[in-house]
C-alpha cells in the first residue's frame, strides 16, 4: 500500500484520541440501551419470557450475520467512494442516521418479524460507520500512534458498554423515552466526523459547492457575472 509517512501535530494526536474514545462509547452506549436492557425486555411484554428469550437468541444471531455483511460492504464501499466531504464523512454521518432512526423503531414496533428487520438494519447502519472509521487508522493516523488509537477506541467500547446498561436500567418501566435517547446517541456519532475532518479542505469544498450551484443559475445570470466587478464599473461609467 502506500508507504508514504503520515506526520500529525500534537494537537491532532490529542483530537483523534479524544475522538475515538467517544465514537466508540456514544456507538457502544446507544446500543447496549436496547439490546442489553431495553430490547429484551420489549419482546418480554409482547410474548413472554419464554418466548422472548428464544426469540432473541435469534435476533442476535441473524444480526451478527447482518454486522459481518455490513462491515465487509460499508468498508468497501467507502473505499470506493469520492465526494466533496471525502471517502468515508458521508458514510459515517449516513450511518448514524440509519442507526438512529431503527434503533427508535425497535421501541415502537410491536411485530417480532418487524423488530428482526429494524434491529438487522440498525446493524447495518452501525457497521456504515464503524468501518469507515477504522479505515481512518491507516487514512490519517501515523504507524507508530495506531496502537494507541486502537487503545482508545477499546476503552470507549468497554465503558460504554457499562454505560449503555446503566443507563438502559433508568428507563426500564418507560421504555420509549430509552429507545429515543440511545437513537439519539447513535446520530449524534455522525456529527464526530467534524473532529476526523481536515480544516484544509473546507475551502475546497465550499469552491466546489459554489460551483456546482452555478449549475442552476438562468445562463443570463451566469453571463452578468463573467462581466465581474470591472464589468460592472465600466457600464456604470458609461450611464
Not at 442489553?36 to 409482547?46: D, E, G, K, M, S
Not at 419470557?49 to 455490513?70: D, E, H, K, R, Y
Not at 429515543?180 to 469552491?207: D, E, W, Y
Amino acid at each position: 500500500m502506500n508507504n508514504i509517512e503520515i506526520k500529525i501535530s500534537k494537537t491532532s494526536r490529542i483530537r483523534f484520541s479524544i475522538s475515538f474514545f467517544i465514537f466508540a462509547l456514544l456507538w457502544m452506549s446507544g446500543l447496549e440501551i436496547v439490546a442489553a436492557v431495553l430490547l429484551p425486555q420489549h419482546l418480554t411484554n409482547l410474548m413472554g419470557a419464554t418466548a422472548a428469550t428464544a426469540l432473541f437468541g435469534i435476533l442476535n444471531a441473524v444480526t451478527a450475520a447482518a454486522s459481518l455483511i455490513a462491515n465487509l460492504m460499508f468498508g468497501n464501499f467507502s473505499d470506493r467512494t469520492r465526494s466533496v466531504f471525502g471517502r468515508r464523512t458521508p458514510w459515517i454521518v449516513g450511518g448514524g442516521v440509519v442507526g438512529g432512526i431503527s434503533l427508535l423503531l425497535m421501541g415502537v414496533l410491536n411485530n417480532s418479524w418487524a423488530i428482526g428487520i429494524s434491529y438487522c438494519i440498525c446493524m447495518f447502519g452501525l457497521n456504515m460507520m464503524i468501518a469507515p472509521v477504522i479505515a481512518t487508522l491507516s487514512d490519517r493516523i501515523p504507524n507508530d500512534m495506531r496502537g494507541t488509537m486502537s487503545a482508545f477506541m477499546s476503552a470507549g467500547t468497554t465503558v460504554g458498554a457499562s454505560l449503555g446498561t446503566l443507563i438502559g436500567a433508568r428507563f426500564i418501566s418507560i421504555q420509549i423515552p430509552g429507545f429515543i435517547t440511545a437513537g439519539v446517541l447513535m446520530v449524534l456519532l455522525g456529527s464526530l466526523r467534524l473532529l476526523f475532518g481536515q480544516k484544509k479542505n473546507h475551502p475546497k469544498i465550499c469552491r466546489r459547492l459554489k460551483r456546482a450551484s452555478e449549475i442552476f443559475w438562468p445562463p443570463s445570470v451566469r453571463r452578468l457575472r463573467v462581466l465581474g466587478t470591472s464589468g460592472w464599473l465600466s457600464l456604470a461609467a458609461v450611464f
